[in-house]
């Protein structure tokens, strides 16, 4: 994989059970599915910004339950979100 496809696609060069996801806009919704697809039961989804994974709180929380549902885990690598 090149560096200006990394940019905009999720890292397939990854540690075990660790994806980080990059898709960053409606456009690039496909490539967020493909990530998603490509995810196995124990695997880790790691997003280095909310607004990579989502556009809304709505949607945020939707893509969350579905991980749980299929025993995926989700990270965040900054201080919990407070409300």
Do not use: H
Not at 1 to 12: C, G, K, L, V, Y
Not at 17 to 33: D, I, K, N
């Amino acid at each position: 994989m090149n560096s200006a496809s990394a940019a905009n696609t999720w890292n397939t060069s990854r540690p075990p059970g660790v994806v980080v996801s990059r898709a960053s806009c409606r456009a690039e919704r496909e490539e967020l599915q493909r990530c998603l697809e490509y995810l196995r039961p124990g695997d880790t989804l790691v997003v280095p910004a909310l607004d990579r994974l989502s556009r809304s709180m709505q949607d945020l929380l939707a893509i969350v339950a579905e991980l749980r549902k299929r025993s995926l885990g989700f990270q965040y690598p900054y201080p919990p979100i407070q409300g």
